[in-house]
């Protein structure tokens, strides 16, 4: 027998040739990354997993519908943290962990160094660029300055611009500051409304660049000021046409529950905010998208640059009409066309060829509770002050104290007064107080479950399993209070009355749940039902680029669709 050494002449070129073979098709991964020159990753906030399912047949031609028809479209993506808020699901959808690691656990948390209430992206050292700049809504500190100083990874738009070294382009763009700051990572250039205008700090530039200026100058949000809010399409085609006045929808001002919705207001301030609270806000994010696009040449260079556009509307009309309105249901089909108007203007740009879309959503949301009561759900809202006063009455009745132990109730936690209990104030070790306040909470109406810190942190929840696993991966030792606590299902902490009545930010699935859609010619077409997480998208654009994960990334690559 003749057997060949391996090591011999011919064998090295088959290999060689083998290689080259491997090189020049289209499977191969790095070939794949190197053809992309954009990653345009959307975010719409508030959009739960089910509505683009339900108006699937009533979409138009090349936005959601591109998705469906040529993209991979993940139909079952829930997030693994409890605290289904916009400041977490961003930040886990830019660094591919949950906010255990990324460090963003909720909206807000107590800090007591500071001793007060603390903003996820809020920053003393880097105010804004503009003195006059409004901070956008979701904070109750005062503090003005921003910055992503709060995340503790690197995010996939560091990591692009990382394994250029600086070439690539990171650009992140939304009408909330946390929906930019956020995915634009450490290293990227976040751009989010205030007042009609795109603004940021002095953590990304001294001064606006000038093509933020020309944009600014165009005064598009001063276009609306005689518009108004009117359905896109005939009323009689809508599925909600007829039910566009309930009484318990909200209304933010003066835009009322009925169509149309005038934008005229008495003041300047009050207009812009308006905006906001509408597709308006969509509206002006995609405009200055396409201007980033189109000025700095995003996705037309040499490195693969990206691009992050979250689109807020969403997620303000669910909170005012609630997700089964009709101006829910409008903003959606406004949603489709946008997204479409985005992908026409990316392929005339830079060639959809060359892009890769991924689209998801940092937090679905339930029905407003009145809604749900209809369907015989007992659905209500606990006023959050009363809740407090109540555990922390019984609590100094328990420990036979005058003085105050809980310092702040920031929404899922609970933050005592630790040095007191730590100086011995009532005789007591910071457990036994954790114990006991979560055994009251516990006893309060529409409290599902609650947990002390150190046993989370020991890992003695019940079971690694479904909320219990949620109240782990949303933990973080210096910002998580002390006790977490967990509503029932369709049970919603804040006001009893508000004009924004829907709300998200439980563990349960119709807050976790959310739209996952890859589309790219590197990407293989296919609609999945199997379980994922959204934390696995941005491991799967490092896989699909070639690149690293961001620093603390733990989600799993979606290998199914890598063609
Ligand atoms: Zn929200």
């Not at 961003?90 to 690691?101: F, K, M, N």
């Not at 990382?162 to 956020?182: E, N, Q």
């Not at 597709?279 to 691009?307: C, M, R, W």
């Not at 609650?450 to 019940?462: K, Q, Y």
Request: charged share 25%.
């Amino acid at each position: 027998m003749n057997i060949k050494p391996i090591h011999s002449p011919s064998s090295c070129i088959f290999v060689l040739v083998a290689a080259i073979m491997l090189l020049g098709s289209p499977g191969f991964a790095v070939d794949k990354g190197a053809r992309v020159k954009l990653v345009l990753q959307i975010t719409i906030d508030q959009l739960r997993g089910d509505q683009p399912l339900l108006f699937k047949e009533r979409f138009g031609e090349g936005g959601f519908k591109l998705l469906f028809d040529k993209g991979a479209y993940y139909a079952n993506a829930h997030y693994s943290h409890a605290d289904t808020e916009t400041a977490p699901g961003h930040a886990t959808l830019a660094t591919g962990t949950v906010p255990a690691r990324h460090g963003i656990t909720n909206s807000e948390w107590y800090d007591y160094e500071k001793g007060r209430v603390v903003y996820s992206v809020e920053d003393q050292s880097s105010p804004l660029v503009d003195q006059n700049a409004v901070s956008t809504a979701g904070s109750t500190s005062s503090e003005k300055g921003r910055s992503p100083a709060h995340l503790l990874s690197t995010t996939i738009g560091d990591e692009i611009v990382i394994s250029s070294f600086g070439k690539a382009r990171s650009i992140a763009v939304s009408g909330k500051d946390r929906g930019a700051i956020l995915p634009g990572g450490h290293c990227g250039k976040a751009f989010w409304l205030s007042n009609g205008k795109f603004v940021n700090s002095k953590y990304y530039n001294d001064s606006l660049p000038g093509w933020v200026e020309e944009w600014n100058r165009n005064k598009l949000a001063d276009t609306y000021r005689n518009k108004a809010w009117t359905l896109l399409r005939d009323k009689g085609s809508y599925l909600r046409k007829d039910i566009d006045d309930r009484s318990f929808e909200g209304s933010y001002k003066h835009l009322g529950r009925t169509f149309p919705k005038s934008f005229a207001c008495k003041d300047d301030e009050e207009f812009y905010e308006t905006l906001l609270h509408t597709p308006v806000n969509d509206e002006l994010v995609l405009s200055f998208a396409e201007h980033a696009i189109d000025k700095l040449a995003l996705g037309q260079g040499e490195s693969t640059d990206y691009l992050s556009v979250s689109f807020s509307s969403t997620d303000y009309v669910g909170h005012g009409w609630g997700i089964g309105s009709l101006e829910a249901e409008d903003n959606l089909l406004r949603v489709d066309r946008n997204l479409a108007a985005l992908f026409s203007f990316v392929d005339k740009k830079v060639g959809l060829d060359k892009v890769l879309i991924v689209l998801s959503a940092d937090h679905g949301v339930a029905e407003i509770a009145e809604a749900m009561q209809a369907f015989s759900i007992d659905s209500y809202r606990i006023p959050s002050k009363e809740f407090c006063a109540s555990v922390n009455s019984r609590l100094k009745e328990r420990f036979s104290t005058e003085h105050d132990l809980i310092k702040a109730f920031v929404y899922p936690y609970i933050y005592l007064d630790r040095k007191f209990i730590a100086d011995g104030g009532i005789g007591a070790g910071i457990e036994v107080v954790q114990d006991a306040a979560a055994e009251i909470a516990m006893q309060y109406p529409g409290v599902a479950y609650a947990a002390g810190r150190s046993r989370i942190a020991r890992g003695e929840l019940p079971a690694n399993t479904g909320y219990y696993a949620r109240i782990v991966a949303n933990f973080h030792p210096r910002r998580s209070g002390d006790v977490h606590v967990v509503p029932r299902q369709y049970v919603m902490f804040g006001k009893k009355r508000t004009n924004q009545p829907g709300e998200h930010g439980s563990v349960w699935s119709y807050d976790t749940y959310v739209p996952v859609a890859f589309l790219s010619a590197g990407v293989r077409p296919g609609y999945y039902l199997r379980s994922i997480d959204p934390q696995d998208i941005a491991p799967t654009i490092a896989a699909l680029l070639g690149i690293k994960p961001p620093s603390a990334s733990s989600g799993e690559v979606l290998k199914e669709i890598a063609d």
